[in-house]
């Protein structure tokens, strides 16, 4: 066919990617399940269970360089879960800036914690949400700790006052004082409890942030 009536038009553009799809996460221990709910579902051999949600706005996050309105935001979700507060601290790596929080519930007479990692990206921002619970003894931890301040001159007074405290807002009691965080919440002891599903969840939120590629066209 001579070249003048060979067609000019261009091919079409590849499909655009689907922004839940075209994340990768690079976490040996977790084991991909069948989405649901709009979400992507993995475990690990604990049981734990990590998710991952797609967002097409920033639905009223506050800005990541406000660090007091995210702590007042993470609270408010706690609490609309009747959870109470562990922490919140900005997270970066090579999947882009974004902050973290941890949260407990209380299934009596188990714990249950919650991490979430909110990745803000314009139109496809990403809420990964991580749980870990408590299962056969519990409260070792708690009162292993106790055990210790107790020896080393923490009164029952001292207990009763600044044991469980919102870590912000020591004046805060919008949950049953179970549901505060513990001085054993802290991540000071997580080494000597790394089974604890706290220590687990705080290990998820600082291996995610640099174990996420996404595919370069919705960035």
Not at 93 to 121: C, H, S
Request: hydrophobic fraction near 35%; proline fraction near 7%.
């Amino acid at each position: 066919m001579p070249w003048w009536k060979r067609s000019s038009k261009e091919p079409d553009p590849p499909p655009p990617i689907d922004p839940l799809h075209a994340v990768h996460l690079e976490m040996t221990d977790w084991k991909e399940d069948q989405p649901h709910d709009k979400m992507r579902w993995w475990r690990n051999p604990h049981g734990d269970a990590l998710t991952l949600a797609i967002v097409g706005s920033l639905m009223g996050f506050p800005r990541l360089s406000d660090e007091q309105a995210w702590q007042k935001w993470a609270r408010g979700l706690a609490e609309s879960r009747t959870a109470g507060l562990i922490e919140v601290r900005a997270s970066s790596g090579k999947n882009g800036a974004g902050m973290a929080l941890i949260y407990k519930r209380l299934n009596k007479p188990a714990y249950a914690f919650t991490g979430m990692l909110i990745v803000l990206k314009g139109d496809a921002s990403q809420i990964w949400t991580a749980v870990a619970k408590e299962c056969g003894t519990t409260g070792v931890r708690e009162a292993l700790v106790t055990d210790e301040l107790l020896k080393s001159g923490y009164t029952i007074e001292d207990y009763k006052s600044s044991f469980a405290q919102d870590p912000y807002d020591p004046s805060y009691h919008g949950v049953e004082r179970s549901l505060l965080r513990f001085v054993s919440d802290d991540e000071r002891y997580d080494e000597r409890f790394p089974h604890h599903p706290l220590s687990r969840v705080r290990q998820t939120m600082a291996a995610l942030p640099n174990a996420v590629t996404v595919a370069s066209q919705i960035i």
